[in-house]
């Protein structure tokens, strides 16, 4: 079935410094990637929209100079936290249609801790 | 856009009994209903789904039943078990974008 590879799956920063993520989608062409972010005990807020080749389309609220997402290939999206601050820290996780599944098949990434200290 | 409203936060069942989470959403272009497990620290697990041109489906214990006309659906699991315990969320997808609710935490008590 339809795998996302999420790296790296945790990581610990210091503040003020930058965190990449990558997703990479392993044996289907991930045309859009959606990007979430989870607070303890809280739900999956959508972040982002990335579409191969385009920008990214935010959500309200979400700061798109420091939450950087480029999406160059059919299987690759990176989520770029800038100036990271301990209020960042949370789990990011990555998701992707395969629209080749027959269904609405949106495949995760096994996400990441970010810890800002 | 779209809104995911998921009711209890919270829910207790005794080991063997049933356990109901209920969902609503206020995109009526919504067509993908989809329930996810989620266990601290994972990835959120398809356990069931569901597309509006169906009302109901069910795969062993569990089942979830869409009412497009009210805009709701729910999950339905029958003889719960310790394992069930975890964090449950309903999805609500348009063909595009897919939103969650705020999850219910289930414990099954032995």
């Known amino acids: 079935g339809a795998v996302v590879s999420q790296h790296p799956s945790r990581v610990i920063c210091k503040s003020g410094t930058s965190v990449k993520i990558e997703c990479r989608s392993l044996?289907?062409?991930?045309?859009?990637m959606f990007w979430y972010r989870q607070f303890p005990k809280q739900s999956l807020m959508l972040m982002a929209t990335?579409?191969?080749?385009?920008?990214?389309?935010?959500e309200q609220g979400v700061e798109k100079d420091k939450f950087l997402i480029n999406h160059a290939s059919l299987t690759l999206s990176t989520l770029t936290v800038t100036s990271a601050h301990p209020e960042d820290s949370s789990f990011y996780i990555c998701?992707?249609?395969?629209?080749?599944?027959?269904?609405?098949?949106?495949?995760f990434g096994s996400g990441t801790r970010l810890t800002v200290v | 856009g779209e809104n995911v409203e998921q009711h209890p936060s919270t829910l207790s069942v005794q080991e063997g009994d049933s356990a109901v989470i209920k969902c609503t959403y206020s995109?009526?272009?919504?067509?993908?209903f989809p329930w996810y497990k989620q266990e601290l620290g994972k990835r959120p697990q398809l356990i069931i789904d569901?597309?509006?041109?169906?009302g109901e489906k069910k795969d062993q214990r569990i089942a979830v039943t869409l009412n497009k006309t009210a805009k709701h659906f729910s999950l339905h699991i029958t003889e719960t078990q310790p394992e069930d315990s975890a964090v449950y969320f309903c999805?609500?997808?348009?063909?595009?974008?897919?939103?969650f609710g705020a999850g219910t935490t289930v414990t099954v008590r032995a």
């Open positions: 998701s992707a249609r395969d629209l080749d599944t027959g269904g609405n098949g949106y495949t």
């Open positions: 044996d289907f062409q991930a045309t859009t």
């Open positions: 990335s579409n191969e080749g385009s920008k990214a389309t935010y």
């Open positions: 995109d009526s272009a919504s067509n993908y």
């Open positions: 569901i597309r509006s041109n169906v």
């Open positions: 999805a609500a997808s348009n063909d595009y974008k897919l939103s």
